[in-house]
Nanobody, 115 residues
Framework: QVQLVESGGGLVQPGGSLRLSCAVS????????MGWYRQAPGKQRELVAE???????NYADFVEGRFSISRDNAKNTVYLQMNSLKPEDTAVYYC?????????WGQGTQVTVSS
């Protein structure tokens, strides 16, 4: 069974940094992309960053150059390096994997940016 496990969230001050990790286990048929989404209370889940199987990176406009997504295929892990964090970045961050068959979601990790 496919499992996605996120880690690296926590409480950080404005301007600080966090690195999120997502470890993927199990076999995924025709993997297309891996990415990160976030959801704040009362808001829809939104894309933060994505990296395709071809290595193309996509970022939401609100990232503004502050975040960087990367992957390690040998470790079956995708990362999100977040710098210059703002209070409005506070949300639950979810790892996502897309294939031709379906999408997969992790349980999420809480990121709180507050002084």
């Amino acid at each position: 069974q496919v499992q996605l496990v996120e880690s690296g969230g926590g409480l950080v001050q404005p301007g600080g940094s966090l690195r999120l990790s997502c470890a993927v286990s199990g076999s995924i048929f025709r993997l297309y992309a891996m990415g990160w989404y976030r959801q704040a209370p009362g808001k829809q889940r939104e894309l933060v960053a994505e990296i395709t199987s071809a290595g193309r990176r996509n970022y939401a406009d609100f990232v503004e150059g502050r975040f960087s997504i990367s992957r390690d295929n040998a470790k079956n892990t995708v990362y999100l390096q977040m710098n210059s964090l703002k209070p409005e970045d506070t949300a639950v961050y979810y790892c996502n994997v897309r294939s031709d068959v379906r999408g997969y979601w992790g349980q999420g990790t809480q990121v709180t940016v507050s002084s």
